[in-house]
Nanobody, 127 residues
Framework: QVQLVESGGGLVQAGGSLRLSCAASVRTFSNYAMGWFRQPPGREREFVAAISYSGVSTYYADSVKGRFTISRDNAKKTVYLQMNSLKPEDTAVYYC????????????????????WGQGTQVTVSS
């Protein structure tokens, strides 16, 4: 069983920054691709960023490219999402996800490619 716990969300003004963290309770964290998704109010869950098991490969949604950075610390079993230059349209519940079905996987972009999810953390950006 894998548990993912997000933290770091909150209320920030447009142009500000936040760093989200996702701590995983799994022995083989370093084997798994990880991702961040978000669900804006009234909309479906969407891809934000993903990172391969090793951290070498990363992918970003076009809407966040150049502003957000995903990283991981395998020793701490934690994945991060640094969010800079935040915009009101970034307002959403942010979810961390793990793909434990494939060892040493590359980054994944689709919701269905992840089998474990955190509970989500709210990010609100005011204009």
């Amino acid at each position: 069983q894998v548990q993912l716990v997000e933290s770091g969300g909150g209320l920030v003004q447009a142009g500000g920054s936040l760093r989200l963290s996702c701590a995983a309770s799994v022995r083989t964290f370093s084997n798994y691709a990880m991702g961040w998704f978000r669900q804006p109010p009234g909309r479906e869950r969407e891809f934000v960023a993903a990172i391969s098991y090793s951290g070498v490969s990363t992918y970003y949604a076009d809407s966040v490219k150049g502003r957000f950075t995903i990283s991981r610390d395998n020793a701490k079993k934690t994945v991060y999402l640094q969010m800079n230059s935040l915009k009101p349209e970034d307002t959403a519940v942010y979810y961390c996800a793990a793909d434990t079905t494939t060892a040493q996987a590359m980054a994944r972009k689709k919701v269905l490619e992840y089998d474990y999810w955190g509970q989500g953390t709210q990010v609100t950006v005011s204009s």
